[in-house]
């Protein structure tokens, strides 16, 4: 059971990330309804999460955080990526990116190998 | 920027409740838009969200990870650090687990034995009541006469009592003990609040002069003699050889005022007789204030009373006053100057050991600025660097700490160990927790501060200044700051040396000087003869003479004799007398002299040199003979100056007839009381004419005196098998213990001196050391073009060397100033004595000059090359 969530708050974390960086800065809830857009609706994801995975991104210094005001003028806090948040993005992306492509090997009709 | 500690904490959950507000607020509003009413809205924001509990905790639990990874982090770097760097970590945890032990463990004999309450009811309240002697004794022992007055005339105590002491065979069946005994009047022990361990106290009744005699008895008796049985009470013993009653156990460490005391009984005066007809000031007066008087009142009431009396009773109290002073005055005024000295002595140490921890880190950090600047720049938050700091401060201090306080220990049991035996009898030491805080927190503090003061140089300077290596700026303000410290500690060094030197000569001088007999191969014991067997006079000397006749054939003995008291043990009686042929004085107004009674041949045996006529012979010590006399040079001196003393008749007022006497001798002086005290006029009587029960015996052998111990108890016992013997032990032990307090108070003071040298050693050498590092490229120039290596040496020792001598006489100064305080202790040494400091200073510039020279020699060494080399 501890396994799938690692799994799954590793997941969250690369999902926050890449949202951060195509948005720019962006407060909890937007994050979490953006995830879930972007999912096409497939993940149930209960909004709450996002703030652990949010926690430790920022304590690992992949993002930072800022009070500001939302669109309709709501205090709210903004986390955008960090530099380090970037190039720990970039570097996870790659990985999946290969994963991807060797697992589709084994996955890949006969005669291309 | 991120703090520390609990504001953080709070922040951090407001934060996250008005984030997880706001996020609702958004999602509800969103909700509204997309059509739902209001509850609808609400409901289905709560259930996307999932627990708001759970998540919560799970915020918290990320914060206390990331809070524990930090200082375990931190932790682990700080002992690294550490690790690295031995030498700095070593002199560092020494220097504050000597301060630390020095501080707790004085602070814990001076709480104990000056600071802690009388273990008694509202101990503030109790006051002694002295008699005022018309030459201004205002300790003097108080008469019975007196006494009862008070009690009947005052208005300002709520109960007044009298005690006093003696020794007292105790005995039961064949065992037999000497104890010493307290005669209190029966509301003593009820002002002092105590209840009895079993049974009970005194009432009224027994306190009259023919109740049946009734004792209580200590905790330490009913053990040893009765093994705590409940039995013991109601057990009829032998008390001075006469049959009483146990009627209670009072409960372990209680005491008063003698801690040796086992035995209590009531002091029986009778309130109807008149004591000043026949009795003279032997009794001491304790009485408790009534609530709502102070002291003053009642000194003020009292001495109304007193002048009463004087007008009363001419004949007894004519120009005799009253004095009440608090219990606790009365108990600690000997012992405060000294402790008081130790206490400053303390304070000193501790400053010193914190100004060498503070000098190590700031030494330390100077050179690890760099490092500190590297890591601002990639980016750790200054937070974090303090924090990091901070925690090898604390480790230091933890360290230094807990060394600290077992070195503590290790120093009380020792120190109660050489302390003076009267000081801590009995003593059950307790340790307060605030000390040890108190002493680990300050120099903990100190670390902590200096510790900071890098990180303050590191983050306000410009980084890439930091990140230049330079060897030119590094000896500026932080360099400046060590200098002083180091001339701190060394000034520090030179008021603890100044004063240990001054009192090591006292110790000296106290030792040297000529006590007036011969303490050497003397074995001295004392014999209380109970009253109720020897009640005649003349048994008493019959006694002694037939036991000094056994002794004198043992083998081994050269001589023996008996006094009724020993000089230096602080005791002896004392009383006015009379000159044949002048007009007689007052009482307290004429003259008045030390009183001794003697066994023939006192002064050959003890070693006081005969002056003028003869000693007593066998032949005076009669009851039938002529009175006579032996008197001291200083009786002579105060009282018959340009006379012939011989021939001439005296009468001392020690009996209830007291005849007048021939003085059929002059003896050397005695110094009586202690050794740095003049002497006192003593008048000897032979033992036939002042028969005291109780003698000291003393024995001339040129054996060791205590082998000799054991025959003399079988020898006693054969002559009377119910008497016990007491204090066996040498003259020169009991004269060791007159300057008991000096060596005491010497020993300490040199230890502490010792150690602050030890300390600002290492901080000369520290800094002295980091100064050659930082200069080592100048240094490695100067070799390169040419300078003798000598020179370096000189060139780096010149620069300690200022430092010390600055020290020095500011130190020099501050002794000057500060031993004056040192005064009521000194004996045979000014505060100022030139011979002392100078030599302190010379010890001091000595040791600098080798704590300096280690780190001056290794400059000198350096090849240039290497010198270069070092970024």
């Not at chain 2, 005791?571 to 008045?592: N, Q, V």
């Not at chain 2, 008497?723 to 004269?735: D, G, I, S």
């Not at chain 2, 307090?741 to 002295?768: D, K, M, N, P, W």
Request: charged letters at 20%; hydrophobic letters at 45%; a positive charge.
């Amino acid at each position: 059971m501890d396994k799938k969530r690692d799994v799954w708050q590793g997941t969250l974390a690369l999902m926050i990330l890449r949202t951060l960086d195509t948005r720019g800065a962006e407060h909890g809830y937007g994050i979490a309804r953006r995830i879930e857009q972007v999912s096409g609706d497939r993940l149930m994801l209960n909004y709450g999460t996002v703030y652990p995975a949010l926690l430790k991104l920022e304590q690992e210094g992949s993002i930072s955080s800022e009070w500001g005001v939302s669109d309709n003028g709501r205090k709210a806090k903004f986390y955008k990526l960090t530099r380090a948040g970037r190039a720990h993005l970039k570097r996870e992306a790659r990985q999946w990116e290969e994963t991807t492509d060797i697992i589709a090997r084994f996955f890949a009709p006969e005669e291309l190998q | 920027m991120r703090l520390a500690g609990p504001f953080q904490k709070e922040r951090r959950e407001r934060e996250m409740a008005e984030e997880f507000e706001s996020h609702f607020q958004m999602h509800v509003e969103e909700n509204l838009r997309q059509g739902m009413d209001a509850a609808q809205a609400l409901r289905e924001a709560r259930l996307k969200f999932g627990g708001v509990h759970q998540t919560k905790e799970s915020v918290r639990d990320g914060w206390t990870v990331l809070a524990l990874e930090t200082t375990w982090r931190d932790l682990h770097y700080a002992i690294r650090g550490l690790r690295g760097n031995p030498g700095f970590a070593a002199a560092a945890i020494l220097s504050l687990a000597l301060g630390i032990g020095a501080s707790v463990a004085i602070f814990t004999l001076a709480d104990n034995l000056l600071l802690r309450p009388l273990p008694y009811r509202e101990p503030g309240r109790l006051m002694m009541v002295w008699e005022v002697s018309p030459p201004g004794n205002n300790r003097n022992s108080v008469s019975a006469g007196n006494y009862l007055d008070w009690k009947a005339q005052n208005h300002v105590f709520e109960s007044i009592a009298v005690f006093n002491e003696r020794p007292a065979a105790f005995a039961e069946g064949s065992r037999v003990e000497e104890l010493q005994e307290q005669f209190v009047s029966a509301d003593l022990l009820p002002m002092l609040g105590v209840q009895p361990l079993r049974g009970r106290l005194f009432t009224a009744a027994e306190d009259l002069p023919n109740a049946s005699s009734v004792v209580l008895i200590s905790y330490r008796v009913w053990q040893s003699w009765f093994g705590g049985d409940d039995g013991a009470i109601g057990r009829t013993v032998q008390v001075r050889s006469r049959p009483a009653t146990i009627i209670g156990v009072m409960p372990p460490g209680f005491y008063f005022r003698d801690r040796d005391v086992d035995l209590w009984e009531p002091i029986g005066l009778d309130p109807a007789h008149d004591y000043r007809k026949d009795s003279g000031r032997y009794l001491m007066c304790v009485a408790r204030l009534q609530p709502g008087v102070t002291r003053d009142r009642a000194q003020t009431q009292m001495t109304v009373v007193a002048r009463r009396l004087q007008a009363d009773y001419p004949q007894s109290n004519t120009r005799w006053n009253v004095n009440v002073e608090p219990l606790r005055d009365s108990l600690v005024s000997e012992v405060r100057v000294s402790m008081l000295v130790l206490l400053g002595a303390v304070g000193l140490l501790l400053a010193v050991a914190c100004a060498n921890v503070a000098n190590l880190l700031l030494a330390r950090y100077m050179s690890r600025r760099r490092e500190m600047s590297v890591r601002l720049v990639i980016g750790a938050g200054r937070g974090r660097l303090v924090r990091q700091l901070i925690t090898e401060s604390v480790v230091l201090g933890l360290a230094g700490g807990v060394l600290g306080v077992v070195l503590a220990r290790l120093a009380v049991a020792g120190l109660l160990a050489i302390a003076p035996a009267d000081l801590t009898r009995n003593i059950a030491i307790v340790v307060d927790y605030r000390i040890i805080l108190f002493a680990v927190a300050s120099p903990m503090l100190t670390g902590v501060l200096f510790g900071l003061a890098p990180s303050f140089v590191a983050s306000r300077a410009d980084l890439t200044l930091g990140l230049r290596e330079n060897s030119r700026t590094s000896v500026g303000g932080a360099g400046l700051l060590r200098a002083w410290l180091v001339a701190a500690e060394v000034a520090l060094s030179v008021i603890l040396l100044a004063g240990a030197g001054l009192l090591f000569r006292t110790l000296a001088g106290l030792q040297s000087v000529d006590p007036g007999l011969n303490p050497a191969g003397l074995l001295t014991f004392r014999v209380e003869l109970p009253e109720a067997r020897y009640h005649e006079r003349l048994q008493r000397t019959q006694f002694f003479e037939r036991a000094l006749q056994q002794i004198g054939r043992l083998p081994g003995v050269e001589s023996a004799s008996a006094v009724s008291y020993l000089p230096f043990n602080g005791m002896a009686a004392g009383t006015d007398l009379a000159i044949a042929g002048r007009p007689r004085a007052l009482p307290g107004a004429g003259p008045a002299a030390t009183v001794r009674t003697v066994m023939p041949g006192y002064f050959r045996t003890i070693g006081i040199p005969l002056k003028r006529g003869r000693v007593f012979a066998d032949a005076d010590d009669t009851p039938d003979s002529p009175y006579r006399f032996v008197v001291n040079q200083a009786f002579v001196e105060k009282y018959m100056a340009h006379e012939e003393p011989l021939g001439q008749q005296i009468s001392v007022d020690m009996d209830d007839t007291n005849p007048f006497g021939e003085i059929i001798g002059v003896v050397g002086n005695v110094k009586e009381g202690a050794l740095d005290q003049e002497p006192t006029p003593t008048v000897y009587y032979i033992h036939a004419h002042l028969a005291y029960p109780g003698m000291v015996f003393v024995v001339r052998t040129p054996l060791d005196p205590l082998s000799l111990a054991g025959a003399m108890r079988r020898l006693i016992h054969d002559i009377d098998p119910a008497q016990p013997v007491a204090q066996m032990r040498t003259m020169e032990t009991v004269l060791r213990e007159t300057f008991a307090r000096q060596t005491f108070s010497a020993l300490l003071l040199g230890g502490f001196s010792l150690v602050s040298l030890a300390l600002a050693a290492v901080g000369i050498y520290g800094v002295l050391a980091y100064s050659v590092t930082e200069r080592t490229r100048e240094i490695g120039v100067r070799v390169a073009l040419g300078a003798d290596p000598r020179r370096i040496l000189k060139l780096v020792l010149g620069g300690g060397m200022r430092v010390v001598l600055f020290g020095a006489l500011a130190g020099t100064v501050g002794a000057l100033a500060l031993t004056g305080l040192l005064k009521s202790l000194l004996f045979g040494v000014t505060s100022y004595d030139p011979a002392t400091f100078a030599t302190v200073t010379l010890v001091l510039i000595a040791v600098a000059l080798l704590a300096a020279y280690l780190p001056a020699r290794r400059a000198s060494r350096l090849a240039p090359v290497d010198a270069l080399k070092v970024e």
